[in-house]
């Protein structure tokens, strides 16, 4: 008898015909192909036809450690058999308290009480939030406004969206958000010829300054991401910016809430990208490499300060009015507790130390192209910007999409390596050797040179 059994669809097909991918459009997987992951190994992703892929970007910059890392999976098994979850009002359990008592131990010191989210933009929600009800509870109901920078971005719920500057989102949504006060960012790409960082970032505190003269009495707080504007092109700026805007929130009485969702947990060099500044916010947002890309979870961290105008008799109003099904899950927290353990056990950020140097060594002669306006770096992230003319800094239209051109070389040679918009960046997970970054230096090199040449 003939078999009329249907040949077996790959795992790109049937992906495609039942799943709808983030920020993706569609159609474009007619053309470019789609990868089904089906292993992960330290720096590397195995699809299901055995290819190896160095992970570039640790997965959209959460597998810190690479995947597949074995004392966060032990972790994972163990809680599994232990407590999956419950619910976290009226109950409690131990991975989220260990987890805290070691995100206040290494985080700044007036940061003391952590509350618990489960992806980044939630994280974000919940400090503005915090910081609006703050005032409330305090009798000045009239602070309604955010400050933030042009070019962030905070995630992509309505409230992250509304303080972000992503223009692809904001033309969008645009007419369902809050209104929110724009400072000039401090990116450095932009500063004079001849100027430096320091000088550059001191004289865009200066427009914050002038907002702040006019905007403190209605505004909550100033939300911004330390050191990167990772989303918005991996742009840069000099520590003295945060000391600069946190002498500006004291005067005028404004809260600070650092987004360090994609910064935090060794990726600009220190653990915490605020420690370069040696300055403190009111609120701090951490995710992304916090389970080391295990499970969704995020965290707001505050101080006693905040969280004393939140205690009162009896009164749920005057509580913190949020919540979330998934809320301090144990798993999650196991993974998050291993994760942080990695950093007590290991010389992690002086080992990276190594890494950093190696990227920026690897990259020097991008400088030369004629196509390539700035390489930079912030620790562990190194960005190399695509430009069409090198002298007056004119980009390329994005429309021409040139990255992807780098991202599908990239993928022959063995690397995930996915440019934002003209900016092709390395944000490795630290496991990565010297090696594998002189192969995605390599690479970058020949993906650029088709971008540009197409
Ligand atoms: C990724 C990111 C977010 C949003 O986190 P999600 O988990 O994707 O919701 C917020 N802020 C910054 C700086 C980010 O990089």
Redesign the pocket.
Known sequence: MPSHAPKARSLSQRDLDVIWHPCTQMKEHEQYPLLPMVRGEGVYLVDDQGQKYIDAVSS??VNIFGHGRQEIREAVKAQVDQLEHVIFAGCSNLPAIELAEKLVAITPPSLNRVFYAD????A?EVALKMSFQYWKNVGEPQRTKFIALENG????TMG?LSVGDVALYKETFGPLLFETIMAPSPDCFHREEGESWYDYSLRQADKMAELLERHHQETCAVIL?PLVQ??GNMRMYHPVYLKRIRQLCDTYKVHLIF?E???GFGRTGTLFACEQADVEPDFM?V??GITGGFL?L?AVLTSDRIYQAFYDEYSTLKGFLHSHSYTGNPIACAAGVATLSLFEQQPVLQNNQALIAKMAKATERFNEHPNVAEVRQTGMILAIEMVKNKAKKIPFDWRERRGIKVYQHALTRGALLRPLGNVIYFMPPYVITEDEIDHLAQVAWEGLDIAVND
């Open positions: 959209w910059w992806c980044g933009s939630a974000v971005y905070h995630g992509e992250a991401e990772c989303a987004d969702i994609a910064v947002c995710s992304k969704p995020a």
